[in-house]
């Protein structure tokens, strides 16, 4: 199966700081989310990104298909962005079921 | 839009028997949910895939005897743990995909930690 791995596994950050989380995948793609659990273990919808590069706030991806890789930026972090960000990718041709990393886990200090 | 609840949030049950979880989109149609267990510090397990009106597809490894699934309507999947064991406990996490919403994207609900003593 398809192996999705993200990088780096944990980092530490003080308020204010940016940083950059990276997604690489094995194969072919044509569905690539990137999602944020919260400390209660909510997953939280941030980016639905196959390809290309959006916006939202203080957060931007872009994902290049074609090198199999997407980033995550956070710019000017704040405590509430800590938990774990997890991107989820699925294969080009297939049933759609996504395939998870092991995630990123953020811990921003005030 | 695209809201999906769970419930119980927090369950706690004696070994032997069986707890029953509830996942609900509540404002679009779901064609498809998923059924994930996460266990402390580590990923997402996909334990089974769902479509409405048809037997759920269980990913290999997981007990299909164990754990029950019906998708009964558009907007209801339940999992159901059946005799359930201390090795049992986790983190149960639903997830729905449909037409209501982008198809391809999947929208979660908040998740049920079982605690089976």
């Known amino acids: 199966g398809i192996q999705v791995e993200q990088s780096p596994p944990d980092l530490i950050l003080q308020e204010g700081a940016n940083s950059t989380l990276r997604c690489n995948f094995s194969?072919?793609?044509?569905?690539l989310q990137w999602f944020h659990q919260n400390p209660w273990g909510q997953l939280i919808n941030l980016f639905y990104?196959?390809?290309g590069t959006k916006q939202n706030g203080r957060l931007s991806a872009t994902t290049v298909a074609t090198e199999r890789y997407s980033l995550l930026y956070i710019s000017s972090s704040q405590t509430t962005d800590s938990g774990v960000y997890f991107c989820?990718?699925?294969?080009?041709?297939?049933?759609?079921?996504?395939?998870f990393g092991r995630g990123t886990s953020l811990i921003v200090h005030p | 839009g695209a809201v999906v609840s769970q419930h119980p949030s927090r369950v706690i049950c004696k070994s032997g028997t069986s707890v029953k979880i509830e996942c609900r989109s509540l404002?679009?149609?779901?064609?498809?949910m998923f059924w994930y267990r996460q266990f402390p510090k580590q990923s997402l397990m996909l334990m089974a895939t769902?479509?409405?009106?048809?037997?759920?597809?269980?990913e290999q490894g997981v007990e299909k005897d164990k754990f029950l699934i019906n998708h009964a309507s558009l907007t209801l999947s339940t999992l159901t743990v059946t005799s359930a064991h201390p090795e049992d406990s986790s983190f149960y996490i639903c997830?729905?995909?449909?037409?209501?919403?982008?198809?391809?994207?999947?929208?979660f609900g908040p998740g049920t930690r079982l605690t089976v003593t």
């Open positions: 997830s729905a995909r449909g037409p209501g919403a982008s198809s391809y994207e999947q929208y």
């Open positions: 194969d072919s793609v044509n569905n």
């Open positions: 990104i196959p390809s």
């Open positions: 989820a990718v699925a294969l080009r041709g297939g049933s759609y079921i996504p395939t």
């Open positions: 404002d679009f149609q779901a064609t498809t």
């Open positions: 769902s479509n409405e009106g048809s037997k759920a597809t269980y």
